[in-house]
Structures are given as structure tokens and as C-alpha cells.
């Protein structure tokens, strides 16, 4: 393993290069803003409306993505990746021989959606965090890490290109680790939907429901299976296992090394190589690309009955009290 630091970067490769970011969501503005504070010539390519609005408020130029792509050395896709398909059939034809294509997420290349045109190179930079914590780390002098890779080096060069922009917002102070589009895509697939948001909100539900099942409060229940998650992640976010066990008390330590084997046990691991298999043999992505395809109506039902849980209501009404967070509603 080998983290690319500040000093592997070579500042000169894209000295003078236009970037258009296409895109202006939570890592479209996050980049902009950082490479446009890190001295490079930034352009954003969006359709008029609300995204238009806001790049223009930031004090970044703004075209629309046919017209943004023209003069760009370097195009960074970040759109949904449901929408990157398109975008790319869009302005493909205005993208000047020998550019670079960069992507944060390598589902369209690794699942063949887009077929990048052999002159350009294609490369990842994928950050580690959020948008918004990408830009905070940035303006505080720090920086999330990032993922590297490259799937096409037309120009020899492209290596050093993707670790040149991955400098430009940040990620150099985090460190950069090489990978490849296939291992990002897979994993950080894989990490969504066993672990970070498919099993860690299954978890926090099925221990609400228990515990209001077996007559508990639901305010009580709330606190102890969804309200302190956000301690202990915390800690295993600073300092791992070892800072967890440091921080809690010698009950839950117990309780951990005994019970947790029991809820997360072999059948779980079991289910997790399926559903691993599932993305490593595209099976999820045909499928993601089917809802998309035939009008989201099985996945617009299930994210409705999700947010309609009884967890979701006690939550709210409890947040509520609590002005020092924001609910994003």
C-alpha cells in the first residue's frame, strides 16, 4: 500500500488547464469551490435553474455542459450517476481530442453504461467523505482522502493528472490510495448496502423495534438504538475498535464481545458474500438501471414506506427539541 502525499505531486501537469465540472450537487460544488481556492481555472456545466443560481451566487462561471466542456483539459462527470449517461452522449462531441475524463465514482465505467472515446484518459478520484465535508476539511486546512485510478492512459500521463486534482481539492493532505475502478465501485457499493446504510439503518430499526415490541417508551428506545449511535461512531471514527472499547464502560464492553455475535453473526456474513456476489456479477446494477429505466415506481414505494416508519416520527418530534441539529427539512 502506498498513500500519495503532497510531495508525489507533480504541480506543473495541470498548470494552466481549464477544469469543467459537471454537475453542481454535494461533491460538484465541493470540488469547484477547492480547485478554484487552489488557483485552477474552473467552469461549471449545468442546465439553468437552481444549480445555475447557486454556482453563479459562489462566483464561478457557468455554461451549459455543451458549451462548459469545449475548452476543458479536464471534465470532472460529477452528476448522479443515473444521469451520467446521458450527460456524457450529450456533450461527448464537444470534448477536445486528448482531454481527461474524471470521475468520483466508478459505476458507469466499471458496469460499461459509458464507453469513453480511446483519446481521452479516464481516470477516479473518489473522496472518502460527503460534498460538504470535503469542502469544510479543505477550508480548515485539512483534507479527506481519496481513492485513485486510472482506465485509460491515453496521454501516458494520466496518473499524475488524477493525483494533480486530487491535490487541487484537498485529498493530498489526507492521502491518496491507488485502486482501481472496478475495486471502488464494487466495494463502496458493497459498504452502502451491508454495512454503512443498508445495515446500519436495518440494525438501528430492528432494535427500536424490540424494544417498543417488548413495552419499552418509544422516545426511550429512540435514544438508546438511534441517538447515541452517533457516539459510538464517532469514536470508531477516531481511533477504531481500540478507541471505542477505551471510551465505554466495562459493561458494554461485555455486552459487545458477547451479544454482537449473536446479532451479527455467520448468517449475516453469509447474506453479505451473497449480496457481494450479487454487485461483483452486476446483478445490482441491472437492476438499479432497470428501476431507473421503467420510471422508479417500486423504489419511489419502498423509500415512502421507509420514511413512514414509527421510528422516523418519534425521531422527528424528539429533533425537534434538540436546535442545535439540523433534520434537513
Partial sequence: ???????????????????????YGSQGRAHALNLKDSGFDVVIGVRKGDS???????????????????????????????????????????????????????????????RPRKD?????????????????????GRGVPCLIAVHQDASKKAFHKALA????????????????????TETDLFGE??????????????????????????EVAYFECMHELKLIVDLLHEGGIWKMHKFISDTAKYGDLTRGPRVVNSKTKLEMRKILKEIQQGKFARQWIRENATGRKKYEKMLKTDLNRPIEKVGFALRARMPWLDQGR
Avoid at 1 to 11: E, N, P, S, T
Avoid at 78 to 104: C, M, R, S
Avoid at 194 to 213: D, M, Q
Wanted: proline share 3%; aromatic share 8%; glycine share 10%.
Fill in 120 to 140: 481521452l484518459d479516464v481516470v477516479l478520484i473518489a473522496p472518502k467523505g460527503p460534498g460538504d465535508l470535503v469542502r469544510r476539511q479543505y477550508q480548515q
Fill in 1 to 23: 500500500m502506498k498513500l500519495y502525499a503532497q510531495k508525489d505531486v507533480d504541480k506543473k501537469i495541470l498548470k494552466a488547464a481549464r477544469i469543467c465540472v459537471l454537475g
Fill in 193 to 218: 448496502q451491508a454495512v454503512l446504510c443498508g445495515g446500519a439503518t436495518e440494525l438501528v430499526i430492528k432494535g427500536f423495534e424490540t424494544l417498543v415490541e417488548a413495552g419499552y417508551q418509544p
Fill in 52 to 114: 445555475w443560481k447557486k454556482a453563479k451566487k459562489d462566483g464561478l462561471s457557468v455554461a451549459l455542459p455543451t458549451e462548459a466542456v469545449k475548452e476543458a483539459d479536464l471534465i470532472s462527470m460529477l452528476a448522479p450517476d443515473t444521469a451520467q449517461k446521458e450527460l456524457y452522449i450529450e456533450v461527448i462531441k464537444n470534448i477536445k481530442l486528448g482531454a481527461t475524463f474524471l470521475f468520483a465514482h466508478g459505476f458507469n465505467i466499471h458496469f460499461k453504461q459509458i
Fill in 165 to 184: 486534482y486530487a491535490h487541487g481539492i484537498g485529498g493530498t493532505r489526507g492521502g491518496v490510495l491507488q485502486t482501481t475502478f472496478a475495486e471502488e
